[in-house]
Nanobody
Framework: QVQLVESGGGLVQPGGSLRLSCAASGSIFSINAMGWHRQAPGKQRELVAAITSGGSTNYADSVKGRFTISSDNAKNTVYLQMNSLKPEDTAVYYC????????????????WGQGTQVTVSS
């Protein structure tokens, strides 16, 4: 069993900043990648950012230049630094991880955090 624990969500004014954290624990051989998705009311869930164990990153066009994803592989933890926040960033943010659960054969499984609310409003 793998659990992802998130922190850092909350209410912030437009132009402000937040940093989200997500730590994975449980039956983990290793983690291939971790990332963040978000879902606003009435909208589809979308990828925000992802990072591989090798440090390669990927961002949604809507957050490029404003958000930065990073990780501490030794702690199985991923961070999302969110700057210049806009009202349209308001959503529930979900952490996920692609976890190595079998070595022979090699097999990964995806796990999700409970979600944390980010609200950008005056």
């Amino acid at each position: 069993q793998v659990q992802l624990v998130e922190s850092g969500g909350g209410l912030v004014q437009p132009g402000g900043s937040l940093r989200l954290s997500c730590a994975a624990s449980g039956s983990i051989f290793s983690i291939n990648a971790m990332g963040w998705h978000r879902q606003a009311p009435g909208k589809q869930r979308e990828l925000v950012a992802a990072i591989t164990s090798g440090g390669s990153t990927n961002y949604a066009d809507s957050v490029k230049g404003r958000f930065t994803i990073s990780s501490d592989n030794a702690k199985n933890t991923v961070y999302l630094q969110m700057n210049s926040l806009k009202p349209e960033d308001t959503a529930v943010y979900y952490c996920n991880a692609e976890v190595l659960i079998s070595v022979v054969p090699t097999r990964y499984n995806g796990y999700w955090g409970q979600g944390t609310q980010v609200t950008v409003s005056s």
